[in-house]
Every structure is written in C-alpha cells, then in structure tokens.
C-alpha cells in the first residue's frame, strides 16, 4: 500500500538582500540598540535589556546568530 503524503507548506524565506530578516529578533533589537547609542557605554546587561532576555541567554543567542559575541560585535562597530 502507498500512502502519498501532502507537501509541506512552502516556507517564506527573507529576501536574499536583507539577511537581518533572518536573525532572531532579540538580537535585531540588540543590534538597532547598538547602533543607536554607539557613542555611549553599553554593556552586556544593557544589550540583554534591550533584547528583553537574560544576560547568559542573550549573550548565547546573540553568538549562535552572527558567530561571535555581542561585545566583540561592539568593538567592531565602533572600530569602522
């Protein structure tokens, strides 16, 4: 006997030019905090704030999305 299953519902992906689309949104709202208070001091506690999450969730989020911690992505923002 074959059973023919339905094809699962095709998934709508980001438009290939805005990879943010893609990121999970605490770490869309850690990044705009970053660019909108880049000259100020902003530590870890601040971006998980922003991002209404722990601290160690955030920070673990945060680095499974871009590779790299959120503090690392700081410094490289503010060194452009």
Do not use: K, N, W, Y
Request: charged fraction near 15%; proline fraction near 14%; include cysteine.
């Amino acid at each position: 006997v074959t059973c023919l299953l339905p094809a699962p519902p095709a998934r709508a992906e980001p438009a290939p030019d805005a990879p943010a689309a893609r990121l999970p949104a605490p770490v869309r709202l850690a990044l705009a905090h970053m660019e909108a208070h880049l000259a100020a001091p902003i530590g870890l506690a601040d971006l998980a704030a922003a991002a209404g999450q722990s601290p160690a969730h955030f920070s673990r989020v945060f680095s499974e999305a871009l590779g790299h911690g959120p503090t690392a992505h700081l410094r490289r923002l503010r060194m452009e």
